[in-house]
């Protein structure tokens, strides 16, 4: 085969590999219609539904992987692919958006407008590479982690509430899950620095720990105070006590306790310390390569997602805003208010990259303990004092 | 928590061709021990195998970025043991092309701290305002990097036309970039936690220690061949000598942007006082230089370079010391770096503007 030296090469190859995929396809399935009796009368119901549609979704329903289906919301939609989507999208963005800022072009020739491939044409690069690990490394741990940071990020998917009715699971303490599985992320540090078996990975994992650990705390009190005001553990409670005033309204100190302290979780500039790359190479990733390597990071982004979605429920509102659709749309207009607002925290983080340094680890934890912990603890007073002049007519149910 | 002895290089992000070897107790730094080496090139021995013009080139390799500052020292070491007086104009063309690499080389400095502190538009922009004056310098020499623009007894050609325009309004436009990048970088609060008052050398300790050029100065020493020896048209231009007295990284950020200023006032200056007429003297044949020995020094972007220089009368020089201000510098790396934190190495150790090419020579 040819070279792929343009962007119509690439195409070709694509359309190539795709109707290939498509002849396996259609293969496999004819096999399956005549062998399986459940989707055995699938070929009327693909004619029929060409005609009209609602048969084929009624039919996927049947089958229990239908648009309301727990299935799909998991997989789909709210769920996984949806957030790997928007991961890769905001990877380009982030790209470009810097490039901008520092008088750069960023991804330029992948995909027709400004590289919008670029990281397709990332992941496959990243595909094709050899899959390394240091000889001496624990090799089971080293390998699960990749998995871990995407089941973290994943995890957290689940509670996000994108909108009144349409989400994957409602809890009455989902606050309490995404904060358990938000503790268990410097784990994830910790562990890959410690299987790497190398020095740089370890300090990473190091640092990692601790500014995970030092951040979480001013993190929860500072979640805690929109708990009492809006008197429920459960998200989607929380978004409905906004219906008339965001929290970050009420409570603008805890809005910035809580979005500093998101991007030392997320590890963002200005605190990339596991990773700073100038000091200890690349930190606890240094020793991963090929699709490990790909997959903590797509881990990572789903979790900067999933982090800026909580942000959003907990102070912006959730899905709350103008209805611009007619009556009986009201879940895509939630759904996307909810995913404007999730992409406008997103570019604020991004923003933060591109002006600022890096902080040195003693300083970080001198912040947290003596400066974020402090305005959390202000914060919470400030809520409690809210609560107790009944200034704010949810809450006190605690 | 035992000793944990890590190598920072030769193959790091924030150390290239050259290796710290770090012992650390937990996060902070006991001993730094330079490995400097990786990058030698025997550059005096081969200065003895090639003819004074054959030197050109390759003297201005170990500082590349500084090439012109670099061949200032051999040049006049050349002319000291030749006799030779350069024509005025060739002088002030000599100059421009100077202070042109000493801004250029400080752009770089800015640039790399800026990505030793993790900070990726502080690397952006002055690589890409770095851009307008190679544009300038390729202009007048021909060449974007090495220029092997200056020769025994001048310069190699005239500036073309339109070099006076181009050069003010890159001046002006860089002058407000600078403010820019006060604002944007130096007076940032994280750049300033990471800096200030971190990686102290008291002036004592900077004298004793015989570190040269913009590490000197923000020691708060006031030392500058150019105006201490005055050389070329040196003695002829009004400009300052920044001096701080903070002794910190922080403050060798800072002299270097006051530097760049005072480079494009003299650039100026120079473009403005240049009379006309030739610029090189007219050497017919070999460049054969006297019997004899000279001591030459010019004031680089990174310090003194010096150049001593012996003849015997023969076609190529009989032995050369070539003495750069990174290798002075060096001495300096451990001993700010005691006490430290890990986290401070590439900082701290970047300030000093160590380019261990150059100090490898």
């Known amino acids: 085969m040819s070279e792929i030296r343009t962007f119509p090469d690439f195409l070709k190859r694509l359309i190539i590999v795709l109707g290939g995929l498509l002849i396996l396809a259609i293969i496999i399935f004819g096999v399956l219609i005549y062998t399986v009796p459940a989707i055995s009368n699938f070929n009327g119901i693909l004619l029929e539904s060409l005609s009209n549609p609602i048969v084929m979704l009624n039919y996927l329903d049947s089958l229990g992987v239908g648009i309301n289906s727990l299935f799909f919301k998991i997989v789909v939609f709210p769920g996984y692919t949806w957030a790997a989507i928007i991961a890769a999208e905001i990877i380009w963005f982030e790209r470009k958006f810097l490039a901008k800022m520092q008088v750069r072009v960023g991804p330029l020739y992948a995909g027709m407008i400004g590289g919008i491939l670029q990281p397709i044409a990332d992941v496959s690069k990243l595909i094709f590479k050899e899959l390394i690990s240091p000889s001496r490394s624990d090799k089971l741990i080293f390998f699960t982690i990749p998995l871990l940071v995407n089941a973290i990020g994943a995890t957290l998917l689940a509670v996000l509430p994108v909108s009144e009715g349409w989400l994957i699971m409602r809890s009455e303490v989902s606050m309490l899950i995404v904060f358990a599985v938000i503790g268990f992320a410097p784990i994830t540090v910790l562990l890959a620095g410690w299987a790497s078996y190398s020095k740089f990975p370890f300090i990473g994992g190091l640092r990692g720990l601790h500014q995970m650990i030092a951040f979480e705390i001013p993190m929860l009190i500072a979640a805690l105070s929109v708990v009492l005001l809006s008197g429920s553990l459960d998200l989607v409670n929380i978004v409905q006590a906004q219906s008339n005033v965001w929290f970050i309204v009420l409570m603008p100190i805890g809005a910035i306790v809580f979005f500093i302290t998101l991007l030392a979780e997320l590890e963002r500039i200005p605190f990339d310390l596991p990773e700073a790359e100038s000091e200890i190479v690349m930190g606890y990733l240094t020793e991963y390569s090929s699709m490990a390597f790909g997959g903590i990071q797509l881990g990572t982004y789903i979790r900067f997602y999933a982090l800026s979605g909580i942000f959003t429920t907990l102070f912006l509102g959730g899905w709350h805003g103008p209805q611009f659709l007619p009556a009986g749309f009201e879940i895509i207009n939630q759904i996307e208010w909810f995913t404007i607002k999730t992409l406008l925290v997103m570019v604020t983080i991004i923003i933060l990259r591109g002006v600022n340094p890096r902080f040195r680890i003693d300083q970080l934890l001198r912040f947290s303990w003596s400066r974020l912990l402090i305005l959390a603890f202000l914060n919470l007073f400030i809520a409690i004092f809210i609560l107790q002049m009944g200034w704010f007519p949810f809450g006190g149910g605690i | ?361």
């Open chain 2, 1 to 361: 928590m035992s000793e944990l002895t890590v190598s920072i290089g030769p193959q790091h992000p924030g150390a290239g061709h050259f290796r710290l070897i770090v012992k650390l107790d937990g996060d902070k730094i006991i001993e730094v021990n330079p490995d400097p080496g990786y990058v030698h090139r025997g550059e005096e021995k081969i200065a003895e195998y090639r003819n004074y013009i054959q030197n050109i080139p390759h003297f201005e390799r170990p500082g590349i970025h500084d090439s012109s500052n670099m061949l200032f020292a051999y040049v006049q070491a050349v002319e000291g043991l030749m006799k030779l007086e350069v024509p005025e104009r060739g002088k002030y063309i000599r100059v421009i092309m100077a202070e042109l690499n000493r801004i250029i080389s400080h752009l770089y400095y800015l640039a790399i701290y800026g990505i030793f502190v993790g900070h990726s538009t502080m690397f952006m922009w002055p690589m890409g305002d770095r851009e307008h004056f190679i544009d300038l310098a390729q202009m007048i020499s021909g060449q974007r990097v090495g220029f092997a623009f200056l020769l025994p007894g001048g310069v190699r050609n005239d500036m073309p036309e339109g070099v006076k325009t181009r050069a003010n309004d890159a001046c002006n436009y860089f002058e407000k970039r600078l403010i820019e990048y006060e604002r944007i970088f130096m007076n940032n609060p994280i750049f300033e936690n990471r800096t200030k008052g971190i990686g102290k050398l008291s002036k004592e300790d900077a004298i004793n220690l015989g570190v040269v050029g913009p590490t000197l100065r923000a020691s708060g020493v006031k030392a500058d061949i150019r105006k201490d020896e005055p050389y070329a048209v040196y003695d002829k231009l009004d400009f300052d000598i920044p001096v701080s007295k903070d002794c910190d990284s922080w403050a060798r950020a800072w002299i270097h942007i006051e530097e760049m200023r005072q480079s494009m006032s003299i650039i100026k200056q120079s473009l403005k006082d240049m009379p006309s007429g030739p610029v090189k003297l007219n050497l017919r044949g070999q460049v054969r230089a006297p019997p004899g020995e000279v001591f030459s020094r010019a004031e680089a972007s990174r310090g003194t370079v010096s150049f001593y220089l012996v003849s015997n009368g023969d076609m190529n020089p009989y032995r050369i010391r070539l003495i750069t201000p990174s290798f002075r510098n060096l001495i300096a790396i451990p001993h700010i770096l005691k006490g430290l934190l890990l986290a401070d190495i590439p900082p701290v150790f970047w300030s000093l503007d160590y380019w261990p090419v150059e100090a490898d020579r």
